[in-house]
């Protein structure tokens, strides 16, 4: 994989767009919210190669599916998906490790009557995202797509639960109407001419029947820069899970932050927040998990190296995913330096506050 990468051409109108679409008046805001230098974003939106990690944080950041604006040579091949996903969150259930314990938990909230809400609760770049995807994804995939050994019936009807995704980091998320427009279509369910609030609970109140849980990452950024999803919003959203579901409807969020205290610091006063009957707080991997994470490397690494990635990575998912992509990169180049493991403390020095 490129060590750096950069916009292309015909993306950059749209990407220098998304960055007021975001809520940041200049690209200094950006850089500081991000922890970047200007010259980073500057690069970045002006089409210039900036580091990987770097890029896909950033359009992460913009709500921009990095892959459809990344340059890339006409002739370079897809080939097969990398062992080791140390930028964008991970969507594909085989490339997901650990969190067994919350996975459990969470499962068990959701495979009764009615159904629980839950909030996930890490830092930046804990693996919050990915475990949102593996909760919506790993229940209805093949089990030839798995590995061997991975667990996929954590509920009893799989086939009849309905999952919703919604980024906040989707600029379109922060108006009121196309979000819950989007709700509904998720559900196949009429969207009406008006998609208002009294509407939106109108249809759903009437028509949903099947178990619906709706997945919010990112919610910190609804309650900072969408004005549109105000007290009334989520005030609906409590009434309409609560009381007009039939126990059909659940939401699991993510957060760096406690529900209640995060609703405080952005001076939100609705009861939604008071729902959140279970949290996950995700730490490091048991040394269990990161070893089947290290396994996974098609190449197997000497037991002196894997020793040294538990060791450096303290077991987080992020720099176990950086430290195995550089020994991994190691390996398939026939180095013999040991200068990996340099490259590798190097890359992960962004996210070391993770360990703390």
Known sequence: MARSQKVSPEYIKKVKSALQGNGYPSQKALASDMGLSESTVKNFLSGKPVDYLNFVELCHKLGLDWQTVAHLDKDFPSGEPSPFITGSPITHPRYF???????????????????????????????????????????????????????LDWLPHPENYLWIFVDFQDARMANREKLLSYILESLSLEIPTECDLENFMEVVSKKLRSPTIILLDEIGVAL????????????CLRSLATNYTGGNLAFVLATPESPIELAHHTRHTSPFFNIFGYAATLGALTEGEARELIGNSPIEFPEEDVEWILKESGGWPLLLQILCRECLFSLEEGESDGNWREEGLRQIVPFVNLKT
């Open 97 to 151: 490790f650990g969190r067994e314990r919350e996975l459990k938990r969470l499962f068990n909230l959701l495979k009764r009557h009615p159904l629980q809400n839950a909030a996930i609760i890490g830092k930046q770049r804990s693996g919050k995202t990915s475990l949102l995807h593996y909760l919506k994804n790993i229940t209805t995939t093949p089990p030839t797509e798995l590995r061997p050994s991975q667990k």
């Open 224 to 235: 900072k820069r969408c004005p549109e999803l105000d007290d009334e919003f989520w005030e």
